[in-house]
């Protein structure tokens, strides 16, 4: 059984509370928050007094995706009694292994995103410190782009890679996500489906996450 994460990406930012408890309703098991920072990527969304104005208002726990240069410097900002993941991307750490016992130290799971052109070998070293490795299916920075295929291959490398080390980390994936391809990403081994525009984008949410549940379960 695979898990679904909607990412708020693109929800409706006015009533974020109420949009959160749509996706709750149709039996999410994540938020997915997109932490921006207009350097890493492109655009900026929100920082750490989003996060923390959500806290309470709903009893899903917070998947939190930092997509910002030097995550060192804000992680606490992200830590709240709902946050399970903190997710930080490879390429935005010089001294990973050091982010990442930063992260757990605070009592969190810890994440490393891959973006597309970054490979599974540059994580070697911390695979076994890891709770999560995040599998970039688009460039990050916006929401609504296509599924890229390659993606496909890293989530499968890294399914057999936990199995033969007897690992424990979770795989994830986001961008490009949707009901045709949820399946394949399903079979492939992936235990997390982020998804923002397949979700936040229908007329009836909570439908649309239970339709993405019927596929995942
Ligand atoms: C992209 C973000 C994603 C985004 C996915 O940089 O990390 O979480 O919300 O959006 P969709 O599902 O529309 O591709
Ligand atoms: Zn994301």
Do not use: W
Not at 44 to 70: A, C, N
């Amino acid at each position: 059984m695979a898990k679904l994460a909607p990412s708020i990406l693109s929800a409706d930012f006015s009533r974020l509370a109420d949009q959160i408890a749509l996706i709750e309703l149709g039996g999410a098991d994540y938020v997915h928050m997109d932490v921006m920072d207009g350097a890493f990527v492109p655009n900026i969304t929100f920082g750490g007094p989003v996060v923390k104005s959500v806290v309470g208002k709903t009893g899903l726990p917070f998947d939190i995706h930092l997509m910002i240069e030097h995550p060192e410097q804000r992680i606490p900002d992200f830590v709240t009694p709902q946050t399970e993941f903190i997710v930080v991307h490879q390429e935005a750490c010089t001294h990973l292994h050091r982010v990442i016992q930063q992260i757990k130290d605070l009592g969190v799971k810890a994440g490393v995103a891959l973006n597309p052109a970054t490979p599974v070998s540059s994580l070697e070293y911390v695979l076994s410190d890891l709770d999560l490795v995040l599998v970039m299916s688009v460039n990050p920075g916006f929401g609504g782009q296509k599924f890229i295929p390659s993606a496909m291959d890293k989530i499968r490398l890294l399914d057999r890679i936990r199995r033969e080390k007897d690992l424990h980390f979770v795989i994830e994936i986001d961008g490009g996500v949707n009901l045709k391809n949820a399946a394949d990403i399903k079979a492939a081994g992936c235990d997390i489906l982020v998804a923002g525009s397949a979700v936040f984008g229908a007329d009836d949410i909570p439908a649309r996450v239970r339709d993405f549940q019927a596929v995942l379960g």
